[in-house]
């Protein structure tokens, strides 16, 4: 599981509307990612009130890390191709430390499951894998070319065939997704099987977590198909994205002033 299933809809719902539900969708953050946790761990009752707090807690405590994140969207460079490798390692080493901080909680929750739950969660986990490996094969062009066009507004003819031309990297993505989280997944059946203390399945859980998501920022291949774009984007494109970046930092500057 990426930090980012958790957070990706809720971003683009911000993108893609006005001021106010904006704002909303902030405000109610916590209530959000508590749903998609909850969707993925079979918690009891007293567990969903503990988990409500660990995520209180997490989203007052990672205000620093969202202001850090601003200057980095502020220098952002659409003239500058090369820009790219600049930005994307600060980008990526907040988010490292963001994921690794919330992956303490779901590891918190997953060591202390029963039998009952080790069971739900294990079955949950691998029929969402095969969904999304057979979905994904058949709809990764179209999202692909949706998430293009969200952050850009359109795309041009010469701007689809780029997408088109690497249709044999995208759906090969999606195989190695398939195998990693097909590999995570293998390591918390072993972990969560194991006669050890809820203490040390905790740590392996985090560190199987934390191994993930570092195997899954190392491939390049997307920023480079980025880099491909940007000599590409035409004025009206860039005030979109220029835009998009803006709007992004406000929502930012918003979830710093939030209580939860």
Not at 27 to 33: G, L, M, R, S
Not at 65 to 87: C, F, H, T, V, Y
Not at 175 to 200: A, D, P
Not at 209 to 218: R, T, W
Request: contains cysteine.
């Amino acid at each position: 599981m990426k930090f980012w299933i958790f957070l990706w809809p809720c971003l683009c719902l911000m993108l893609v509307t006005s001021c106010g539900p904006k704002k909303m969708a902030v405000k109610y953050a916590d209530t959000y990612i508590e749903l998609q946790v909850e969707k993925r761990l079979p918690l009891y009752h007293a567990q969903k009130e503990a988990l409500s707090k660990d995520i209180d807690k997490f989203l007052n405590g990672h205000k620093q890390m969202a202001r850090q994140i601003i200057p980095i969207l502020e220098e952002a460079d659409l003239e500058k191709p090369s820009s790219l490798d600049e930005q994307s390692p600060k980008i990526q080493k907040v988010y490292l430390e963001i994921a690794s901080h919330f992956s303490k909680i779901l590891a918190h929750h997953m060591a202390a499951f029963d039998e009952k739950q080790k069971k739900n969660f294990l079955q949950k986990m691998r029929e969402e894998n095969d969904e999304m490996f057979q979905k994904g094969r058949k709809d990764r062009m179209e999202k692909v070319e949706s998430r293009a066009k969200s952050f850009l507004g359109s795309l041009t003819n010469d701007q689809e065939k780029i997408l088109k031309d690497n249709r044999k990297i995208f759906d090969q993505q999606i195989v190695t997704r398939s195998e990693k989280r097909s590999k995570l997944h293998s390591n918390f059946k072993t972990i969560l099987e194991q006669e050890i203390s809820v203490e040390t399945k905790e740590q392996m859980i985090h560190e199987a977590f934390v191994a993930y998501q570092k195997e899954s920022l190392s491939d390049r291949t997307n920023i480079e198909i980025a880099k491909t774009f940007m000599p590409t984007l035409n004025p009206a494109q860039k005030d979109y994205v220029r835009e998009q970046l803006g709007e992004l930092q406000e929502i930012l500057k918003y979830f710093v002033e939030t209580a939860y």
